[in-house]
Every structure is written in structure tokens, then in C-alpha cells.
């Protein structure tokens, strides 16, 4: 049995209408900015429970370009432990990054983010990591409290709730990736940002399209950063998909957090009452995670690690002078995490194959 971590070939074997469409577009000849894109950030924008939704090149241009936006230069408050592009983003905006912990959930610790606060902070961008949505009512409130911007980093949390209110529907603005492995995903890179505010809206649409108001005035010296018609018309069917692909997932993983039930080697997340998780990865953390992720793969269970090296260690981040040892929350999951294929092509015999060779490896080696 084979357990693959990608199940892109076999996603969209069904998808005339996604044919249909795109002919259409192809015929008028309406790639960028076509009538379907619009069409589409209206449905995100009612999935999400926003005003507005704007599509955008990639999820990373989603975080980048609110910050540039609201003109944040300061300091913005982000977790350690996250992908890449989160702190890139804030670096390529002209602010600096400044870290706070995680707790064990991996998502940004509030009280972390409470002692790193200085009149230099300007933002917060938490990560709502794996889809785990973070404390928003905690985040929300010292944000107030300091007059401080949300951005939050909802890449990987589309269709997560914090207490029935959807993860990027708490912040200034919310950042949403459409990348192939994203859990609303297109035919190449493409993300999306959440809003409330009117003028932010407008100012994000006319950023992504050069600064112009029109054809032949720029307000602003934008970017070039639109989400293609075609990929609106894919995005536009997988959003259609995404609640039974979360329900699917929420199932699986309710099963295999039963199949490991007394494996005491290691320690899943158990969601509050208030967090509802897409599940968009299945980690948690493992003792001997490294021989643990050998063991599977020689299975061949497509197990990963979400990432081995905490931001704050990466070569790039040099400059801030951080040390290994100032934040030992990121650090432990950089070291004992590990992530399980999780996917609506998984079915309940692979996630109870994964689960005996779990227990195999811990009770025989
Ligand atoms: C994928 C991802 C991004 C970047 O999205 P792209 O669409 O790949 O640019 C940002 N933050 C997190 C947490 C991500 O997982």
C-alpha cells in the first residue's frame, strides 16, 4: 500500500465545466481582469463572511500587499515557526520582522506577542498554521488595545474557524494562498486577500493592477499582481468543493485521532470548543521524529516534516541576530514534528494502515 502526500491527478479528473469556461475566456480573449474574476471574489468574499475579496498573483502577495497598503514600516509581530514567505512578505513590504514564540498548538502565543510589543509595533501577522486557526479574540483585542493592524496568514486555513467566525475574517485584512497544494487550489499560483474596509479594498485593487485608476491615470506605483481570469474560473470550482473536502478531512482525521489513541510517544492537537480546523495538515508532535519519518517513508507513507528549521535560524534572517535557544517552542517543533498524508483521496484503510505502523514502529524498534 502507497500513501501519497500529493493527490493532484487524480483532483481534477472531473472537470468539464472547468473546460466550458475556460474556452469561453480563451474565444473573448478576456485574460486579465475577465468578468469571472470579479464573479469569483464575490463568492470567496460570502465563503469568508467579508465585504471584499481580491484576487491576487499568489498568497504571498496576499500578505505583502496589505502591508504596503496601509504604508506599515515599523515593526510587525510574526511566529517563528511558519513557511517562508510570511516574513518575506513583511521584509519585502519595508517593515521588520519581530518574532514571538509559539505554544504547542504551533500557532502564535498571544502572551508571546504581549512582551514583544514597543511604539515601534505597528502589526501583527499570526499564522494560522496547518489550518489550526490561532486565538483571535486574544489577537484581536491587543491589537486594539495598541492600535495595531492584523494581517493574518490564512494560506493554509481556508473554511478554519475561530468561535464561527472564519480565519481571516478577524483582521484588517486576511491573506489566502491558491497554490496547487493549498486546499483551494488552481492550475499554478494565485491567492487572495479578505477585507472589510471599503477604501482598503480599492486601494489593494488598484495596487495589484500598475496604481491605475484608470487607463490612463496612476494614482500610485502599483504592481503588477493579478489573479488571471483562468485561474479565477478553477478557483471559483474548488470553492464550490471546499466544504465537503473539510468535512471529508475532518472525518479522517477524527478517525486516525482515535486509531493513535494511548500511543504515548506522541502528542496530537485536541481542538477547543472554539477552534474548528480544516485540517489542511495532519501534524503533531513525535519523540525520535527523525527515524519515525525514515520508518514511514520506507513504508511508503508519504510522511513530511513542516519545517525542520525555525525561521529565526535560516542563514537570511542573520541580520537580526537572533540565537538558537530564544524561542524553544519553535524550536522543539522544528525538531519533533511530523505530518501525515490527510486528504479527501485518503480513505479510512490507508489512515488505519498509517496508524498500525505507527504503533509497529514505536512498539518494535
Ligand atoms: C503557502 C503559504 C504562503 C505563500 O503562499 P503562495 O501562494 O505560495 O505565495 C504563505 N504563508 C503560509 C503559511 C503558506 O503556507
Redesign the pocket.
Known amino acids: 500500500m502507497r500513501i501519497p502526500y500529493s493527490y493532484l491527478p487524480q483532483q481534477f479528473l472531473d472537470c468539464n465545466d472547468i473546460w466550458l469556461k475556460i474556452r469561453e475566456v480563451v474565444m473573448r480573449g478576456d485574460f486579465t481582469l475577465g468578468k469571472e474574476l470579479p464573479e469569483f471574489e464575490r463568492a470567496f468574499a460570502d465563503y469568508i463572511q467579508v465585504p471584499h475579496a481580491i484576487g491576487v498573483a499568489?498568497?504571498?502577495?496576499?500578505?505583502f500587499l496589505p502591508l504596503k497598503a496601509l504604508g506599515i514600516t515599523g515593526e510587525v509581530i510574526t511566529p517563528p515557526f511558519?513557511?517562508y514567505?510570511?516574513t518575506a512578505?513583511i521584509v519585502n513590504a519595508g517593515a521588520k520582522p519581530v518574532f514571538a514564540d509559539v505554544g504547542a498548538n504551533f500557532n502564535i502565543d498571544p502572551k508571546a506577542i504581549e512582551d514583544v510589543i514597543t511604539p515601534q509595533t505597528e502589526a501583527i501577522v499570526p499564522?494560522h498554521?496547518g489550518g489550526w486557526p490561532c486565538d483571535m479574540d486574544a489577537i484581536y483585542s491587543l491589537a486594539q488595545k495598541h492600535g495595531l493592524a492584523v494581517i493574518e496568514?490564512a494560506?493554509?486555513a481556508t473554511g478554519s474557524k475561530w468561535d464561527g467566525r472564519s480565519c481571516g475574517a478577524w483582521g484588517t485584512a486576511g491573506?489566502f494562498?491558491?497554490?496547487p497544494?493549498?486546499l483551494v487550489n488552481i492550475w499554478g499560483?494565485?491567492?487572495v486577500i479578505t477585507c472589510h474596509d471599503s477604501l482598503l479594498a480599492e486601494k489593494l485593487k488598484r495596487l495589484r493592477n500598475h496604481g491605475m485608476k484608470d487607463r490612463d491615470t496612476v494614482i500610485e506605483w502599483g504592481y503588477n499582481s493579478r489573479l488571471d481570469t483562468i485561474q479565477a474560473i478553477v478557483a471559483h470550482h474548488m470553492l464550490k468543493k471546499a466544504d465537503s473536502i473539510i468535512s471529508k478531512r475532518r472525518e479522517l482525521a477524527r478517525t486516525l485521532d482515535a486509531a493513535l489513541d494511548g500511543v504515548a510517544e506522541i502528542e496530537w492537537l485536541v481542538p477547543l470548543q472554539q477552534e474548528f480546523s480544516n485540517y489542511y495538515l495532519y501534524t503533531f508532535h513525535a519523540q525520535r521524529r527523525n527515524e519515525l519519518l525514515s520508518y514511514l517513508i520506507s513504508k511508503e507513507i508519504d510522511a513530511k516534516v513542516h519545517y525542520p528549521v525555525p525561521l529565526h535560524l535560516q542563514p537570511a534572517a542573520k541580520e537580526w541576530g537572533y540565537q538558537r535557544g530564544d524561542f524553544p517552542m519553535a524550536e522543539k517543533c522544528a525538531g519533533d514534528t511530523i505530518t501525515l498524508p490527510l486528504h479527501e483521496f485518503i480513505s479510512s484503510d490507508d489512515v488505519f494502515y498509517m496508524a498500525d505502523t505507527l504503533r509497529e514502529f514505536y512498539k518494535g524498534t
Not at 58 to 63: F, H, P, V
Open positions: 499568489s498568497g504571498t502577495d496576499a500578505i511558519s513557511f514567505a510570511t512578505s499564522v498554521w496568514d494560506a493554509q491573506a494562498s491558491l497554490h497544494l493549498k499560483d494565485g491567492g
